[in-house]
């Protein structure tokens, strides 16, 4: 016990949390070789092994370190998600094997996706995302342009498909990117947050990295939809393309008539863009495939 926090220690992991938690039915599952213990939404996640088999559990319940609610608002808010991975089942999603509750928390299991997050702020904050050579983020921005745009083809193609689906994505940004640089395969990671349509603004300022925020975003009442899903893709694609936020010409990676599509995509004003997803990636297709 450490200033109030809880150590664990099992298998390959250590970790802290704010409270003791029986992690028995955890180890009934194999061998834990993985933790990610620092995320701000209330869920602590495992890698666990058995069988050769290897397995993602996602896990609210308990009071982790960075998680300043309560925990019954983790497991509702967990529960209430599972269904989209169910719903939206796609080849760049993360795939769902199981949920189930455990004591007062709530579990879920995925097959395993042996990719690396693209903002791993708990190993690289910025500056270190940027800059140190290990870094994901780092590692995939030195990918030749030829690789960086079949993986945004999979972030684009599966919002396309969510759109079909009458669904708007909300907190989606580069941490729920994973790429597996062995197999140049792309993965989204977090769904948790989507919505079916219409969504309107219920917050004032939504769940989300501001970096990736259209501005109907951080509006109460706002009408969050397709185009501004599209501020957000094109948000991305100056992430993984461009300067971030730097969205100069001078910055930006690929050819200028991909840059014309991204710049209108974050056009602030929501009536400048492309109107749906669909149209946005077409633009963009369109674009690469003449180039």
């Known amino acids: 016990m450490n200033n ?8 390959n992991v250590n ?4 409270e003791k938690v ?4 955890l180890k009934e599952m194999g061998y834990v070789f993985e933790v990610f213990s620092q995320q701000d939404s209330g869920n602590i996640c495992f890698g666990v092994e058995q069988d050769g088999q290897k397995k993602f559990v996602k896990y609210a319940g308990v009071r982790t370190v960075e998680y300043e609610g309560e925990p019954a608002v983790a497991v509702m808010r967990l529960k209430r998600a599972i269904p989209l991975y169910y719903e939206l089942k796609h080849s760049s999603l993360i795939e769902i094997e199981c949920d189930f509750m455990i004591g007062a ?7 395993w996706f042996d990719g690396e997050c693209l903002h791993a702020h708990w190993s690289y904050p910025p500056p270190a995302k940027y800059t140190d050579p290990n870094s ?3 590692k ?7 690789k960086r745009l079949e993986s945004l083809n999979s972030i684009f193609n599966f919002h396309v498909f969510i759109e079909e689906k009458n669904y708007v994505a909300i907190d989606f940004y580069d941490g729920s990117i994973l790429y597996d640089f062995v197999n140049e395969e792309t993965r989204i990671c977090d769904i948790d947050l989507y919505e079916r349509k219409p969504f309107f603004n219920n917050m004032g300022r939504l769940w989300g990295s501001s970096r990736f925020m259209s501005p109907e975003e951080f509006e109460l009442g706002s009408e969050i939809d397709s185009r501004s ?4 893709l094109g948000a991305i694609a100056f992430g993984l393309l461009g300067g971030e936020l730097d969205r100069t010409i001078e910055k930006w990676e690929a050819n200028k008539e991909l840059y014309k599509v991204a710049y209108t995509a974050v056009e602030n004003d929501k009536r400048k863009r492309y109107q749906t997803v669909s149209e946005f990636y077409e633009a ?3 674009t690469t495939s003449s180039s």
């Open 105 to 111: 928390g709530y579990a879920a299991v995925f097959k």
């Open 136 to 138: 994901p983020f780092y």
């Open 140 to 146: 995939y921005r030195q990918l030749p342009i030829k």
């Open 22 to 25: 029986d992690f028995t039915w």
């Open 4 to 11: 109030n926090l809880f150590t664990y220690s099992f298998d």
């Open 15 to 18: 970790f802290e949390l704010k």
């Open 229 to 232: 899903n599209v501020y957000t």
């Open 284 to 286: 963009w297709n369109n």
